[in-house]
């Protein structure tokens, strides 16, 4: 069964951001009233949007719904984190359509890309 641990690699998000001097806020509220998972700030810029995708049920339409949140909230990428090999279909050419980077993400894998990205900032 896959499972991703939400709580765990939200904290650890929070950490590596905190190490890295960005702020990481959890359930950050966007003007809209939606909530991303975590988003990655460096002072007042929006950085990063992250979305923890834990069920593969409605894939493509929960990915279309993170795109649309992060988009609107102003973020300029978004990273969603799940345990599935799925792809989204045309979703990713929407949010490029759009202006907004998006990339599926493993959680295995997610903290030390995460670090790579962050780290050129």
Do not use: C
Not at 23 to 37: C, K, Q, S
Not at 62 to 79: I, M, S, T
């Amino acid at each position: 069964m896959f499972q991703i641990k939400v709580k765990t690699l939200t904290r650890q998000i929070l950490a590596l951001a905190e190490e890295l001097g960005l702020n990481a806020v959890p359930e950050y509220r966007t003007p809209d009233g939606t909530r991303i998972d975590v988003a990655i700030l460096d002072g007042e810029e929006k950085v990063l949007a992250i979305e923890l995708e834990a069920s593969f049920k409605w894939f493509p339409q929960r990915v279309l719904y993170d795109v649309v949140k992060a988009h609107r909230a102003g973020f300029p990428e978004l990273w969603v984190v799940t345990p599935f090999r799925g792809s989204p279909g045309w979703v990713e050419g929407y949010a490029e359509e759009i202006g907004l980077r998006l990339e599926i993400k493993n959680d295995k894998t997610l903290l030390e890309e995460l670090r790579g990205r962050l780290v050129r900032l």
